[in-house]
């Protein structure tokens, strides 16, 4: 069998079937990403390989740094040649690593290079990819054709404009651009001097005036509007683990206008305040319809010399073994005691915790619709073929693999869209490769429904996406 073949991962014949005849062409619905607005919404294109290939793309950057290079043709001044350079004398040492297998994936899908990648080939890559780089229809826009990708959805801040949505709802391109919410820097009330910068952003943006708790929250109700009104249907939040202990309005309140006027709040308010703040924006989501993702248990810029220097989500993060239990369930509870819960997905970064997180979901159904609470795929460093598996297990056995919302990308890049292509083939090989050992039916038409529900229907239908 050929490395990266038509039938990569894919080693029964219903396995095969499944990928080339249903799946295989499926469209992309890119739920959760970190896409730039501003490059979506000018078409931008890309000077060179490195650009963007290299560019922000810390997962490179951490297997550079594990292969001995100089930071300096990692993240510094070095030129686009030398740090591809740099790129393609690291690629044989990734083997067995999933960067191998996405490189030369994207290689093949966007440049039509069947080569690896090595010090030998990088003078013909680097020439090829940028030539095909200088084609009219390599940009944003043409790559979002290029996959047939019917949805993105971006990452925003409720500080931020939404100024690039808007200018791309107007544009012709066919593929849906919407804003997620993710609010979390209004619970930085521990860090004033983060917290209060971030409310001067968010009043000029909500046109508002934020003295008080009532103030921020009716600035974060209108931006939570506007984000609507833009298309948004789905938030999201970066927690290492949800808070636990509740807050009263007074005590959120004093705790707020504390750190209003320069003083930090102690451990215990910000989880107070933290839990304050998630409460009122489930019940945000639950009005709206929204579904709220909740991505837990990353150990963030730990390495603080180098995090300090280089600034976040530069590759010093981590798999956290923080205790998730007891503040999901508490949070959980809250809403659904207050008829509030809205649709959610639950992310892990821990695979200790993947039980933990699939029978949880369980717990909070409530018959309203069908998966509203989901187990989402794997996460960040469980974005691989093992830590896909595992979670397509731990959901099979414990919920309905059948109601999963299936892939997204999280990715800061235009090159990452075969990520889907990859799930794919996973999932396809797991559901027919056991129908072809017996454990699930001899039943084509159903396997059909069940793949193409987890890469597109499924999530069409959850987020309620016209497309």
Not at 56 to 68: C, E, S, V
Not at 411 to 433: K, Q, V
Request: net charge negative; hydrophobic share 40%; glycine share 8%.
């Amino acid at each position: 069998m050929a490395y990266l073949d038509e039938n990569f991962l894919l080693y029964s014949p219903t396995a095969r079937r499944l990928f080339h005849e249903v799946a295989k062409d499926q469209p992309i619905i890119d739920y959760h990403c970190h896409l730039s607005p501003r490059e979506i919404a000018t078409n931008h294109r890309w000077a060179n390989i490195s650009d963007i290939w290299l560019g922000g793309d810390h997962y490179k950057w951490r297997l550079m740094r594990a292969n001995g290079v100089d930071e300096d043709l990692i993240t510094g001044d070095s030129t686009p040649r030398e740090k591809f350079q740099a790129w393609a004398e690291t690629v044989p040492y990734t083997l067995r690593n999933p960067i191998h297998h996405w490189t030369h994936i994207e290689l093949q899908r966007y440049f039509g290079i069947d080569k690896l990648l090595t010090p030998a080939t990088a003078d013909e890559i680097w020439d090829r990819t940028n030539a095909t780089l200088a084609e009219a229809d390599f940009s944003t826009h043409g790559l979002l054709n290029k996959f047939d990708v019917r949805v993105v959805g971006t990452t925003d801040d409720p500080a931020d404009s939404l100024d690039d949505h808007l200018a791309i709802a107007a544009s012709d391109l066919k593929t849906l651009v919407v804003p997620t919410f993710r609010p979390d820097k209004a619970m930085l009330v521990d860090r004033p001097d983060l917290l209060n910068p971030w409310l001067a952003k968010l009043e000029a943006t909500a046109n508002t005036s934020i003295v008080h708790l009532s103030d921020l929250l009716s600035a974060l109700q209108k931006r939570h509007d506007d984000f609507h009104e833009a298309g948004a249907r789905l938030s999201d939040h970066g927690m290492d683990c949800l808070p636990a202990q509740r807050c009263t309005d007074e005590e959120a309140a004093m705790i707020f206008e504390r750190a209003r006027s320069g003083k930090a709040a102690s451990a215990d308010e910000k989880e107070k305040f933290s839990f304050y703040l998630m409460v009122f924006f489930g019940q945000l989501d639950a009005a709206k319809g929204w579904t709220k993702q909740l991505h837990l248990g990353a150990f963030r810029n730990i390495n603080s010399r180098m995090a300090g220097k280089l600034g976040p989500d530069t590759g010093y993060d981590t798999i956290g073994d923080t205790r998730q239990g007891e503040g999901l369930v508490s949070y959980l509870d809250a809403l659904a005691s207050s008829d509030s819960l809205p649709k959610i997905v639950l992310y892990n970064l821990n695979p200790r915790d993947n039980y933990l997180f699939a029978c949880l979901t369980g717990v909070f159904q409530d018959g309203t619709v069908a998966g509203k609470i989901q187990f989402g795929s794997g996460w960040w460093f469980l974005d691989q073929k093992n830590g896909m598996e595992l979670q397509l297990d731990a959901l099979s056995a414990t919920g309905l693999l059948s109601r999963f919302v299936g892939m997204l990308t999280d990715s800061r890049s235009f090159l990452s869209f075969p990520r889907h292509e990859y799930f794919r083939r996973i999932l396809c090989n797991l559901i027919g490769g056991e129908a072809d050992r017996g454990e699930l039916p001899d039943d084509f038409e159903a396997l059909s429904k069940l793949v193409g529900d987890i890469c597109f229907g499924n999530a069409k239908r959850h987020f309620g996406f016209d497309v």
